[in-house]
Each structure stands twice: as structure tokens, then as C-alpha cells.
């Protein structure tokens, strides 16, 4: 159930306490993706997984609005990248945790499509679960699924995923010249640490790695891998024992 086209007496009919909240970022993936790609593949991870939950359990989960703007000033110098601080970050999920808690729904699984979300949700879900009236862990798709695409930016994997669920926002034309402009790898590494803290400075186009490489077939594996492994932790924060 998607609670933005639903009406409120089917949610307060719902018979569950868990709640999915997308969460993702409106940034830069190059020339040929567009800046929703983030919070677009988090959208159809959350409801595939939902789905198969709901296919294996009976219980219909509820998929709150995705939250589009994230922690991306990274990507700052490509136009249209839209950005928040970390501290709005966390307060705009935390209230929203909170709001879905307020209604029973206090088991929460934020999906996450965007890697600079990563260590804010970890910290937040963590402080969530020790101090509010609610549990939260932090999902993020494409660290749950084994694929022999790289990750990268705007790269194959993210390429791939977006020909499958919607193959309209990729503009076909211009993923030559983003395989041709692209990074090998993200960031300027040394001794560990990396050098570069905005995209720009490794990536003229705003890519890393080759998205030609990434087929709708690839992006349906993704999507059915991703939703099973979300299906799974589903079932674990169903189960799992608050008191402890």
C-alpha cells in the first residue's frame, strides 16, 4: 500500500506495525540519467519488496512518499543538484519516522537509494531505536544485492536499473558520450583516504563507470534481488524483540 494513494481509513485498517520510508536524492548521474535516479530505483525497490513480502506473509506493509532531496552537495557544481544538510537530513526522517509511529506503524525500514545518505541514516536509525518511540534500520539496495555490474555513478548498475523500471528517463542518445566521459572509479585515493570531496574533481561528466554496460535483463535481476533481500530483513524487524 502506497500511503499518498490510499485513503485514511484503509490505512487505519492496516494490520501491522511496519512501515517502508524511500528515501534518495535529486543529483546528477550524468548526461544520459536523470537527477531522480535515486530516489526513482529506491521507489521500486521499496515496492517489489513490499510486494513479495506480502505475497509470503499476507501483511500488507505501508510505503510512505519517498523523501527526493538528500546529503548530495558533492555533486554541487552539475546543474540541478539539489541538496540539504546533514542535520535537515536527519530531522526531516526522524520527524517522519515519527509521524508513521504516531499512527502504530513504529517498525520502520528506510530504503535508501543514494550512498551519501548512508552515514546519517546509520547514525539516525540508530538513535531512533535508542531514544524515540519507534525502531528504524537503514536499507540500502545496492550494498544487498551480488551483480557483477559495478556500482559506480550514473554507472551500470544504476543505468540498468532504470532501463527496466523506467526506460523513458534514460536518454538512449547520450549514454556513448557518458561512457566516453566517464571515471574508472570514484574519488582520489591515498593511503586510504580520498582526496576529493566533490565529484567533479574525478568525473568531468559526473559518471563512474560505463552505463552502456547495463542491460534491462541486469536491472530485473537487481530489482528481484534487492526485493528479496528487503523481503527477508522485513520479516527479522517483524520478529524482532524490542524489549532486548
Known sequence: MHL?????????????????????????????????????????VASAGVEA????????????????VGIAEE???????????????????RETVASLAHHGFDRVVIVNGHGGNTNALREL????????????????????????????HGGPRETAVLRHIRPDLINEAAVEAASEGASDHWGEWVAGVNLAHDSAEFTDNGVVGDP?????????????????????????????????
Not at 485498517?13 to 550524468?30: I, K, N, R, W, Y
Not at 506480502?54 to 510512505?64: F, K, L, M, N, S
Not at 530485473?220 to 524483540?241: H, M, N, P, Q, S
Request: with cysteine; charged share 25%.
Open 4 to 44: 499518498s494513494e490510499s485513503t485514511w481509513p484503509e490505512v487505519r485498517d492496516l494490520d501491522t506495525d511496519l512501515a517502508v520510508l524511500p528515501v534518495g536524492s535529486t543529483e546528477q548521474h550524468g548526461p544520459h540519467a536523470p537527477l531522480g535516479t535515486d530516489r526513482s530505483t529506491a521507489e521500486a
Open 75 to 93: 555533486h554541487a557544481s552539475f546543474d540541478g543538484t539539489l541538496w540539504v544538510s546533514p542535520d535537515t537530513f536527519r530531522a526531516y526522517v
Open 212 to 244: 552502456a554496460a547495463g542491460t534491462a535483463d541486469h536491472g530485473e535481476r537487481l530489482v528481484d534481488g534487492a526485493a528479496t533481500a528487503l523481503c527477508e530483513l522485513l520479516g527479522a524487524v517483524a520478529a524482532r524483540d524490542r524489549s532486548e
Open 125 to 152: 536509525t540508530g538513535e531512533i531505536s535508542r531514544h524515540d518511540d519507534a525502531y528504524a534500520v537503514a536499507f540500502t539496495w545496492f550494498d544487498s544485492v551480488d551483480s557483477e555490474l559495478p556500482m559506480g
Open 53 to 68: 513480502y506480502q505475497e509470503e506473509t499476507g501483511v500488507d506493509v505501508p510505503v510512505a512518499p519517498a523523501i527526493p
